[in-house]
């Protein structure tokens, strides 16, 4: 959806009352978290997708590496998943919905949660992802907001899924690019969280829909902070800056320049294919994390 049509409508919206949701849709997090006693709450979230990829095994994966990196982004523990399934069974077979619900559940068993059911309904295109309930102590676990003056801005997986998905439907991208892009999506943010918690995370947000412009702008504005990225120093899957040279882009790039214009000031003359990196959306993106910048050199 339009983030900024979606802003709008969640803006309008009352909040619960209820002093127990830490952490509700106010603040654009990527979870919802709701204490249960003192010592432990719930982290909720919900995600699908459609395919990115046409193998349905493979799209089950990234669609669950997906959802389930909304709870690594607060700092919890992922524990049940319920499948979310929408699926043309009259135009595809049913061969097709097993292979991405395994590879589903391969990326849920890595995770070390369980599959506990799920939903399904008719649609006339694949969708498919995960309802994930995890766990996180109430006093210990992350939010978007928080960033201080000085910390140290570190994101986990490379930038360009959006748009090397796009041109390779033209066939524009090579088949190592391509492996490579895959290979990041189905990357569990597991082994990232399980170290960023060693250390003082002062803000986290997993990087997804609205690019890193979008989700870094969120950041910022939970924080009270302004945010510096180097352009140079992001990481970028192979090709993917060679195809907004192209001339590649992607569907979303102009909505989440919408969101971010106001708000975004480049300090040096980039060319506009280069600018789109910021812009690109992301699937099962990686965590983008504030810390103290003493703690960087360590962490990195």
Known sequence: MDPVGLATLLAGLPQADDDNLLVGYKTSDDAGI?????DLAIVTTADFITPPVNDPYVFGQIAAANAISDVYAMGGDPKVCLNLVCFPSKKLPADDLNSIIAGALSK???AGAVLAGGHSVEDSEPKFGLSVIGTVHPDNYWGNGGAQEGDVLILTKPLGSGVLFNANIKGWVSVAALDSCIAALIHLNKSAAEVLKHFDVHAATDVTGFGLAGHALEMAKASGAALK???EDLPVMDEALTMYQKGMSTGVNKHNEMLVKDYLQYLADY???????LLDPQTSGGLLVAIPEEQAAELV
């Open 34 to 38: 709701y204490r249960l006693r003192d």
């Open 229 to 231: 990225i180097s352009l």
């Open 108 to 110: 849920i068993t890595e």
């Open 271 to 277: 060319p506009e294919w280069h600018k789109q990196i």
